[in-house]
Nanobody, 123 residues
Framework: QVQLVESGGGLVQAGDSLRLSCAAS????????VGWFRQAPGKEREFVGA???????YYADSVKGRSTISRDNAKNTVDLQMNSLKPDDTAVYYC?????????????????WGQGTQVTVSS
């Protein structure tokens, strides 16, 4: 059983940067792939990016080029660095974990989820 806790959300202005962190406990973190998803009010859950347990990274087109996902297995954390934030990035951001390393853009793939952290980008 893996527990995930997101942090780092907040209110920022368009063009700012934000670093979200996902802290894991209760499992062998190095064997888990971690995905980031977001959900805005009235919209479906959306894939943001993921890092496999092998260290391969994947990004949604909407954030590619301005986001970076990294992991620190010694600290059991995965970070999502987002730059050049836009109002459209406003959402609750969730991290999720699973032992698979394929189909990581599919939210149904993941067994474990955090409670989410709110990101609000003002124009």
């Amino acid at each position: 059983q893996v527990q995930l806790v997101e942090s780092g959300g907040g209110l920022v202005q368009a063009g700012d940067s934000l670093r979200l962190s996902c802290a894991a406990s209760g499992g062998t973190f190095s064997t888990y792939s971690v995905g980031w998803f977001r959900q805005a009010p009235g919209k479906e859950r959306e894939f943001v990016g993921a890092i496999s347990w092998r260290g391969n990274t994947y990004y949604a087109d909407s954030v590619k080029g301005r986001s970076t996902i990294s992991r620190d297995n010694a600290k059991n954390t995965v970070d999502l660095q987002m730059n050049s934030l836009k109002p459209d990035d406003t959402a609750v951001y969730y991290c999720a974990a699973d032992t698979a390393d394929w189909d990581l853009s599919n939210w149904a793939r993941y067994d474990y989820w955090g409670q989410g952290t709110q990101v609000t980008v003002s124009s």
